[in-house]
C-alpha cells in the first residue's frame, strides 16, 4: 500500500464536492429559513438577496475555508463566568477563538512556524483543537496539530498555545524530532488526527498522545508552562489517521493508550503483515530508550481487515460483558480499486473489543465503509447505550449516497439508517443533494437540541448541519426547497466537511449548535471565489422545532442533556461515555451446601460510569433466614468498587431448595436484581470394610 497513493486519492474524493460548479442562485425559500444566530456571530453587511440569511448567519474568520477542523466547545481563557469559547483552525493552518458574544479572544495564532507549499488541493490545518488544563493550575491550553496531508516542504507536528494569551507554549516538531533522533527521513508530517488528553498517573500533569503521518504514535508529557518531554514513541510503520484514546484497562492506578494504525503488507517481517489494521494497547510509563520498534512493546494488538481512519470510543455497551467496550469503524481502503468501479472491499463494520485483551466481541454489519468516529448516547429512551455512524466513500458498493446508520450494540443489523439531504444553490428548486462521502472523517454528535427531553443526531452533509430524531433517524431539517413547507434549515452556505459541536456557550442554560465552513456569496451573488471561512452557531433551536412526543417506553432525559456533544464527546477527547448504575459482576449464584457450616460467596459492584454512588440493600424470599447479605460499603465507584458478601448458613433447616433475591439500587438508578438460589442437600458418608474370606 502505497500511502502517497492513497493519500492523493482520499484527497480528491474527500474534496470533490467543494469544486462544483454552482450556478447564479435564484431567490428561494426554506433553507435560508434558519433557527436564530448566538449573538454576535453574525457578518456585518449582508452579501446579498437571496445569497443570505435576513440575520446574517456566520462570523467571517478572513481565512481559507474550514474544512476538516471540527469546532471544540470549552472554558478557553479560563475564566468560568465569561462562559465558555469556540476554538476552530482554518485550513491555511490558522487557529480562531472567539468568545460567546462573537468577538476575538486574541488574534488568530498561525500554526505552522515557517511558510510552505502545500500541493494543490492540500491544506496545512487539518486536525480538530483540543482544550485541557496541562499543568493543573487554572490555565487551559489548546493543543492542534497541524501539517499537510500530501507530501510537501512543510514541517508538521503539535503546538500547544495557552488560551488565557494566545501565545505558543511549545512545539513539537515532527520533522525535528526525525532529525535529532537519527532515523530515516520521511515523506510526510503531517498531523491530521486530533490529539487525546489525560492525566495518566495522577501528577496533575497531562499526558498527550497523538499519531502523525510519520507512521509513529506518540506520548507526551506537559513539564513546565513552556516546556514538555516525549515519553516514549512507538513506529507504527504506516499511517496514523485515528485519534487514540486513554483508559484504564486492567484496574491499576495508572492509565492505558489504546490507538489504532494503518498496516501495510510485508511478508518479510517477522511475523509478517497484511494490508489492514492494528489496534493496541500500551502502558503509558515513560521508556528508556524511547523509541518502540514496530510490532514490540504492546500490551495487546488486535488485527482488523481494514485500514482505520475512525477514532475509537469507549462505553458500557454489551450487557453480556462486564464493564465498558471499545467501539471502532472500519474504514475503506482495501483492496485498491478505481472510485468508479464498484468492487467488494473488506471491512464495512464497527466492531466491538473487550478492553482488557482487544478480542472481538461483536462485528455490526455497515452498508458502506466507516471512516467517521463513533458517537454513543442512549437514543431510544431504554436506557442503554446505542452507536451511531457516518458511512460512504463515493463509489463503494456502488452506492451513490452517504448515510447516518445507528445500532443497538447486540444486533448486528442496523436500528435504522437515513440518507442526510441538504439544498443546494441548483436551477431545479426541487432539487436535494448529498455528499457522498458523507462518511470520511464527519461524524455525528448526541444531544437534546430542543429541551424536550429527547435526544437528536446531528451530522454535517453537504452544505448543511441535518438534524436525525434520535428513536428513529428521522430528518427534522430541511432538504428540498421550496417544498420544506415549515421546516427549518441549519445550512451554512458552503461545504461543510467537519463534525459539529453543540453546547451552552453563553450560560443561558439552552444548546447552541457550531460548525465551521466557509460562505460561497461573500462578494455577493456572482459566486466568485474567494471563499472565506466562516464560523456558524445558532441558539434557541426550540423556536422552530418544536418539542416532540415520545414512544411508548422512553425514558425522558433531563432537558438539553448532551452525551455526546462534540468530536469525541469532551473538550480533551477522552471518548469515553458510560450510562450511570450499578453493575455487578454476576447476577445468578447457585449454591449447594449440606448445612454443616456456614459459606461465604462475594459479588462486585461497579459503577458503569465510574461515579460514586450511595448504595441500599433489601432482601426478599428469605422466610426461613438461610442468608444473609450485607454490604461492603455504602457507596460504589469505578475504581473502587463495593461487593455484596453474602452468607449462607443452612444448618436449621431441612434438606430443600431455598431461592432469595437481593436488590442493590443507587437514588434514581436502575436498581440491580441478584438470583441466589440454595439447594441443601444432606451427604452422609459411610466406611466400607473389605471382606476377606478364608
Known amino acids: 500500500m502505497k500511502r502517497s497513493t492513497i493519500l492523493s486519492i482520499l484527497l480528491i474524493g474527500t474534496l470533490l464536492i467543494l469544486a462544483t460548479v454552482i450556478p447564479s442562485p435564484t431567490a428561494q425559500a426554506g433553507y435560508a429559513d434558519q433557527p436564530p444566530p448566538l449573538p454576535g456571530w ?55 477563538v472567539r468568545r460567546a458574544n462573537g468577538t476575538q479572544l486574541w488574534s488568530p495564532v498561525q500554526l505552522l512556524p515557517a511558510p510552505c507549499s502545500p500541493q494543490s488541493s492540500d491544506h496545512v490545518g487539518n486536525s480538530n483543537p483540543v482544550v485541557g488544563e496541562l499543568l493543573s493550575d487554572g490555565v487551559p491550553y489548546i493543543v492542534v496539530g497541524y501539517g499537510t496531508i500530501l507530501p510537501s516542504n512543510c514541517d508538521g507536528g503539535i503546538v500547544a498555545v495557552n488560551g488565557q ?44 498522545a497523538f499519531g502523525g503521518f510519520d507512521r509513529n504514535l506518540y506520548l507526551l508529557s506537559a513539564v513546565t508552562s513552556t516546556t514538555y518531554t516525549v515519553r516514549w514513541y512507538y513506529h507504527a510503520a504506516d499511517t496514523i489517521w485515528s485519534t487514540p484514546i486513554f483508559y484504564n484497562i486492567d484496574n491499576d492506578p495508572e492509565l492505558e493508550l489504546l490507538a489504532a494504525t494503518d498496516i501495510t503488507a510485508n511478508p518479510l517481517l517477522v511475523p509478517p503483515t497484511q494490508d489492514g489494521g492494528f489496534l493496541h494497547a500500551f502502558d503509558t510509563a515513560p521508556r528508556t530508550p524511547k523509541r518502540i520498534e514496530f510490532q514490540t512493546g504492546f500490551i495487546w494488538r488486535t488485527y482488523v481487515d481494514q485500514v482505520l481512519y475512525s477514532s475509537p470510543a469507549i462505553g458500557d455497551v454489551l450487557a453480556s460483558n462486564l464493564g465498558s467496550e471499545l467501539v471502532i469503524g472500519s474504514s475503506c481502503w482495501l483492496p485498491i480499486s478505481d472510485r468508479n468501479t464498484p468492487v467488494t472491499k473488506q ?59 445507528a445500532w443497538d450494540p447486540d444486533n448486528p443489523t442496523p436500528k435504522w439508517r437515513t440518507i442526510p439531504y441538504s439544498a443546494n444553490w441548483d436551477p431545479d428548486p426541487n432539487k436535494r443533494f448529498n455528499d457522498p462521502n458523507g462518511g470520511h472523517l464527519q461524524s455525528p454528535v448526541i444531544a437534546d437540541i430542543n429541551g424536550d427531553g429527547i435526544v437528536e443526531v446531528l451530522t454535517a452533509n453537504f452544505w448543511s448541519v441535518v438534524i436525525l430524531r434520535g428513536y428513529d433517524g428521522q430528518q427534522m431539517t430541511c432538504y428540498l ?59 434557541n433551536l426550540a423556536t422552530v422545532f418544536p418539542s416532540q412526543t415520545s414512544p411508548s417506553g422512553y425514558q425522558t432525559a433531563l432537558a438539553y442533556s448532551a452525551p455526546w456533544p462534540q468530536f469525541r464527546r469532551s473538550a480533551t477527547n477522552d471518548g ?27 459479588i462486585a459492584l461497579s459503577s458503569r460510569d465510574g461515579s460514586s454512588l450511595n448504595l441500599s440493600l433489601s432482601e426478599s424470599g428469605d ?16 475504581t473502587t468498587p463495593s461487593r455484596v458478601v453474602i452468607t449462607v448458613n443452612a444448618a436449621s433447616v431441612a434438606n430443600g431448595v431455598y431461592p432469595v433475591t437481593l436488590t442493590v439500587s443507587a437514588p434514581s438508578l436502575p436498581a440491580v436484581t441478584m438470583n441466589v438460589t440454595v439447594r441443601k442437600v444432606t451427604v452422609v458418608y459411610r466406611t466400607l470394610m473389605p471382606y476377606v474370606a478364608r
Not at 357 to 374: I, K, M, R
Not at 583 to 595: K, N, R, S
Not at 623 to 638: K, R, W, Y
Open 42 to 96: 453574525t457578518h456585518p453587511v449582508s452579501y446579498g438577496l437571496g445569497v443570505d440569511t435576513t440575520a446574517r448567519h456566520g462570523i467571517n474568520l478572513g481565512n481559507a475555508p474550514i474544512i476538516r477542523s471540527s469546532p471544540v466547545i470549552a472554558d478557553i481563557d479560563g475564566n468560568a463566568a465569561n462562559h465558555k469559547e469556540v476554538a476552530v483552525v482554518t485550513s491555511d493552518g490558522f487557529l480562531h
Open 165 to 208: 494569551t494566545g501565545q505558543i507554549a511549545w512545539r513539537f516538531s515532527l520533522r525535528q524530532w526525525q532529525q535529532q533522533q537519527g532515523y530515516p527521513a520521511e515523506d510526510l508530517y503531517g498531523v491530521v488526527a486530533s490529539i487525546a488528553l489525560a492525566d495518566t498517573d495522577g501528577d496533575g500533569k497531562l499526558e498527550i
Open 576 to 602: 469515553v461515555l458510560n450510562v450511570p448504575g450499578l453493575q455487578a459482576a454476576i447476577t445468578e449464584l447457585f449454591v449447594f451446601t449440606d448445612g454443616s457450616m456456614p459459606e461465604t460467596y462475594e
Open 347 to 405: 471491512g464495512r463494520w464497527v466492531k466491538i473489543l473487550r478492553l482488557s485483551d482487544g478480542a472481538v466481541l461483536q462485528t455490526l454489519n455497515a452498508p458502506e465503509c466507516v471512516e467517521s468516529s463513533p458517537a454513543l448516547g442512549d437514543i431510544d429512551g431504554d436506557g442503554k447505550l446505542e452507536i451511531v455512524v457516518n458511512v460512504g466513500w463515493e463509489g463503494d458498493n456502488g452506492i451513490p449516497h452517504s448515510e447516518t446508520i
Open 481 to 539: 426547497s421550496p417544498a420544506c413547507g415549515s421546516q427549518p434549515s441549519l445550512y451554512a452556505w458552503y461545504t461543510v466537511k467537519a463534525t459539529p459541536a453543540v453546547g451552552d456557550i453563553n450560560g443561558d442554560g439552552v444548546l447552541d449548535v457550531v460548525i465551521g465552513g466557509g460562505h460561497q456569496f461573500v462578494n455577493g451573488p456572482s459566486a466568485v471565489p474567494p471563499v472565506t471561512a466562516h464560523l456558524y452557531a445558532w441558539t
Open 623 to 638: 422466610s426461613q433466614n438461610i442468608i444473609s447479605a450485607t454490604l461492603s460499603s455504602p457507596t460504589v465507584s469505578g
